[in-house]
């Protein structure tokens, strides 16, 4: 991201105060600016320069809590703040004590606080109200340090970063962010999701490789919208025998569980493109797997299985790449994955003549 950028000048008095006392704003920005040396794409000398700031970036300064003087007079018009690579053990437990630096910390879109040392959030999170955008990701963030405020921002917030946490239970006060598109958890100690998980039905794209799970919920069947998931390296021993509603899915990555079945209901997946299902337990895959349109990489090693019921040659014609090593397959089959690779760069040929 840039440091800083500008969008067009504001009023120059507001009802609540924001630009009411400018200059002495302005005065205690400068402060900070000097004394963190702040780099700044364009000079800002002036009140109507000040209102013009839209990002600022604070990362690797060292901070350890945020200065009350940036936290008083946070440029009235920001939309994002980062404070990546700092030694923040916490957030204000309040954004503001008047109503211009409450107003500026509320106008935030996207807050960047990854890389820190944060345990816990504060409640106050849940006023940053026109929040879009929430990146949390490597701190030491533990469920209980998740406020049921954060709950507060169910009506803006589309992206939430939480990856690389100590997270071991999945607060239940997010599954009422229901404008989620994207989220995060991966590289945390989640055993469980709970079954509210399915009110999340906005999500796009979930992260929940590198966890400890064993199941998922059934009310996964409503995330209707879901066209990315990543849960390998977990210890799931089975799938939601509705996972096949899920018919916005378009890449699956269940690589490295223990799964011994896949349900036949994802053949239903029409939209399916990538399918890794590599180091499991499984004894068989479903013929329906086969009737994929889009299917383009199906990965398939280092599991159990005895025979392949359809031919890919045959059945999937998007079919890019397909791994079949690791198996009891017969030679015959195993051919196939050959084939597949043979086909590929054979089209690639052509297409370059």
């Known amino acids: 991201m840039g440091t800083l950028c500008r969008?067009?000048?504001?009023?120059a008095m507001s009802d609540d105060g924001t630009s009411g006392d400018g200059d002495s704003r302005l005065e205690t920005f400068l402060a900070v600016v000097e004394k963190f040396e702040i780099e700044l794409d364009d000079p800002v000398e002036t009140a109507e320069e000040f209102e013009e700031l839209?990002?600022?970036?604070l990362s690797e300064k060292g901070l350890t809590e945020l200065p009350g003087d940036l936290v008083l007079s946070l440029p009235p018009n920001l939309k994002?703040?980062?404070?990546?690579?700092n030694g923040l053990t916490q957030l204000p437990e309040s954004f503001g004590t008047d109503a211009a630096s409450t107003a500026a910390w509320t106008r935030l879109t996207e807050l960047y606080v990854r890389d820190n040392a944060l345990i816990k959030l504060p409640a106050a999170i849940g006023e940053l109200s026109k929040l879009?955008?929430?990146?949390?990701?490597?701190?030491?963030?533990?469920?209980?340090?998740?406020?049921?405020?954060?709950?507060?921002?169910s009506g803006t917030l589309t992206g939430l970063c939480l990856h690389r946490n100590v997270l071991t239970t999945f607060p239940v006060s997010l599954c009422q962010l229901v404008q989620l598109e994207e989220l995060y958890l991966d590289g945390n100690s989640l055993e469980s999701l709970p079954e509210e998980f399915g009110m999340l039905q906005n999500l796009k794209e979930l992260d929940i490789l590198d966890n400890k799970l064993t199941t998922l919920p059934d009310s996964f069947k409503n995330l209707?919208?879901?066209?990315?998931?990543?849960?390998?390296?977990?210890?799931?021993?089975?799938?939601?025998?509705?996972?096949?509603?899920?018919?916005?899915?378009?890449?699956?990555y269940l690589q490295n569980n223990c799964l011994t079945k896949l349900h036949a209901s994802l053949g239903r997946c029409l939209k399916l493109e990538v399918l890794n299902i590599e180091d499991n337990s499984l004894a068989k895959v479903a013929k329906r797997i086969g009737d994929l349109p889009k299917l383009k990489h199906l990965l398939l090693a280092n599991n159990n299985i005895t025979e392949l019921p359809f031919?890919?040659?045959?059945?999937?014609?998007?079919?890019?790449?397909?791994?079949?090593?690791?198996?009891?397959?017969?030679?015959?089959?195993?051919?196939?994955?050959?084939?597949?690779?043979?086909a590929k760069v054979t089209e690639e040929e052509e297409n370059e003549d």
Not at 54 to 57: N, V
Not at 311 to 324: Q, V
């Open 54 to 57: 839209e990002e600022l970036d």
């Open 132 to 153: 879009e955008s929430l990146y949390l990701e490597d701190n030491k963030l533990t469920s209980e340090g998740i406020p049921n405020e954060i709950a507060q921002l």
């Open 7 to 11: 969008t067009k000048p504001s009023q």
């Open 224 to 252: 209707h919208r879901l066209e990315i998931l990543h849960a390998e390296r977990n210890q799931l021993t089975k799938l939601p025998k509705n996972l096949g509603e899920l018919q916005s899915l378009r890449k699956v």
């Open 311 to 342: 031919n890919p040659m045959e059945k999937t014609p998007n079919l890019r790449r397909l791994t079949l090593s690791g198996n009891q397959l017969s030679p015959e089959i195993l051919e196939l994955e050959k084939q597949v690779a043979m």
């Open 80 to 85: 994002t703040l980062a404070l990546e690579k």
